[in-house]
């Protein structure tokens, strides 16, 4: 690897399922045929914190973030203490991103009840979208424009929770004037913004997107999910994206995120880790802990027990 010295890494986004005891309606019933990276035959099983301890068992991992897993919207709070049940067991995840929804009328209810489980740090509600950069934007119920949404989303703030967005690159100029109606809390955009299109025009128009997202100063990233669908997964192709994210956010608010076991649909764990060390050979070692480790334990407020004196 790009690095001679084992790196301390902290994983910002990951998931766990157990299809045998819970219900996941993607991965259990009928195949989405627009899932994003085509085929996703590959993760229609059981992924358990063993599962996870071995796609990173070359890798020195201090801490996870688990981000919700689309598990049946009636039992969303039943997997934030099913993940309490495996951080006991086997001492991950570290943190959660829980889901509710913030334009139910019970929006206020479930973020209380996800407020009372101790990992709980952010939410992840992905409002409703358009399915191509030249359809209009929504703006009914479930959307970014909804009034009744933005009263849900305002609730993050008084419970100290973060938000995690995923959108795709289209719909961040919206997603940037929620940011600014609500500086005081944090976001963190998933995957990168999904730049999809590798076209000259395509990177463009992503890039122009992701400048106007990081004009908000409570914005972060999550440089994660580089896959494309039906493409494999090279340096050269995602070399661009990776740097060009890092020039317009400024290394302090990038973070480095798996999506285990989705990525592996495209790339390994160590192969990832491997791609990145060289994408990101020629930054300070300083820069790259942030990167790898700092940036993600002062996001998401994480103090793992062999961390207690770091102050990162």
Known sequence: MGDAAPLNLVDAHHHLWDLKAHRYPWLQDAVEPNFFLGDYAGIRRDYLPGDYRNDTRHHKVIATVHVEAERARDDQVGETAWLHRQHARHGLPNAVVAHAWFHTPEAEEVLAAQAAWPLVKGIRSKPVTSATPDAPPPRGAGSMHDPQWLRGFSLLEQHGFSWDLRVPYWHLAEAAEVARQFPNTPIVLNHTGFPWNRSAEGIAAWRTAMEELARQPNVHVKISELGLRDLPWTIESNRGVVRDTITIFGMERCMFASNFPVAGLRIGYDALI????????????????????RNALNFYRISPPDLQGDKP
């Open 274 to 293: 491997e791609a990145m060390q060289q994408i990101l050979a020629d930054f300070t070692a300083s820069e790259r802990d942030a990167f790898f480790r």
